[in-house]
């Protein structure tokens, strides 16, 4: 462990001294790089993260505040989705019709913390097949058997467009991927994104948009806070 930690720490010393390429050091940026093919390779639709016992579940610490202004209103709040047809505005009470799902799962931030915390919410991939969202010829998506009827990105950001991520389809329509309303089996705080936002097993804490304001489905790359930022696109776990 402790010589594990010093080649950790020498190595860190090394990235962090080598030349720039972008915002980054070099070999990071490689690294960077590397995990999105690794994480691509691994990834299918049905790689299932692990759940824990609902006990095990805490209030995770707050991580970023973009694009969550003070002032802001959740009870006249409607989800502006843009997809294969017209836009269109959804209620909280429509997502809460779809099919409940409670998931007990680790919550990742990139910066180096984690914590189990318990979700409820609608899978994302349920909302898509309600609403005919996410396929080119506007019929409900199927991720098994029709992956060409896709299209390739989920879009969201923030009511003011302050926060923003995008997302391929395969993670969107993961099982573990929410639209999220609740944490630890009461609404969401403000802080913690009420009243909608995304939670998602398949990619590190900065992917979980909170407080969703706009949904967009479509084939080009969404824009994406941390990526700009300099952070792998992906961002797979
Ligand atoms: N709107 C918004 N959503 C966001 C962020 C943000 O800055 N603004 N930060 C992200 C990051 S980096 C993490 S780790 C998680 C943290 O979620 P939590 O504050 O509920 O723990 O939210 C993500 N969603
Ligand atoms: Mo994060």
Redesign the pocket.
């Known amino acids: 462990m402790g010589v594990g930690a010093a080649a950790g720490f020498a190595g860190w010393k090394w990235v962090t001294t080598r030349p720039e390429g972008g915002d980054l050091g070099q070999p990071l940026r490689r690294t960077l790089e590397f995990n999105e093919k690794l994480a691509k390779s691994y990834f299918n639709e049905t790689r299932v993260a692990p759940t824990f016992p609902r006990e095990m579940a805490r209030e995770?610490?707050?991580?970023?505040?973009?694009?969550?202004p003070a002032g802001f209103d959740p009870l006249t709040w409607r989800l502006e989705v843009v997809g294969a047809g017209d836009a269109r505005t959804v209620t909280l009470e429509d997502i809460k019709r779809l099919p409940r799902v409670n998931m007990t799962t680790e919550?990742k931030?990139i910066e180096g913390w984690s914590e189990i915390v318990n979700w409820t919410g609608a899978r994302l991939s349920d909302f898509a097949a309600a609403y005919k969202l996410g396929t080119r010829d506007g019929t409900s998506p199927d991720v098994r058997d029709r992956p060409r009827d896709l299209v390739r990105y989920v879009g969201l950001e923030?009511p003011d467009g302050g926060?923003y991520v995008g997302m391929d389809m395969p993670s969107a329509l993961h099982p573990q991927t929410l639209l999220c309303y609740e944490m630890g089996g009461r609404p969401l705080s403000m802080?913690?994104?009420a009243p909608l936002r995304l939670v998602t097993t398949v990619k590190y804490?900065?992917k979980?948009?909170?407080?969703i304001g706009r949904i967009t489905f479509t084939d080009e790359r969404p824009r994406d806070f941390w990526a700009e930022q300099g952070y792998d696109w992906y961002a797979g776990l």
Do not use: D, F, Q
Request: glycine share 18%.
């Open positions: 995770p610490r707050l991580t970023g505040e973009e694009g969550l919550h931030c923030t926060y802080e913690h994104g804490g900065l979980s948009i909170k407080r």
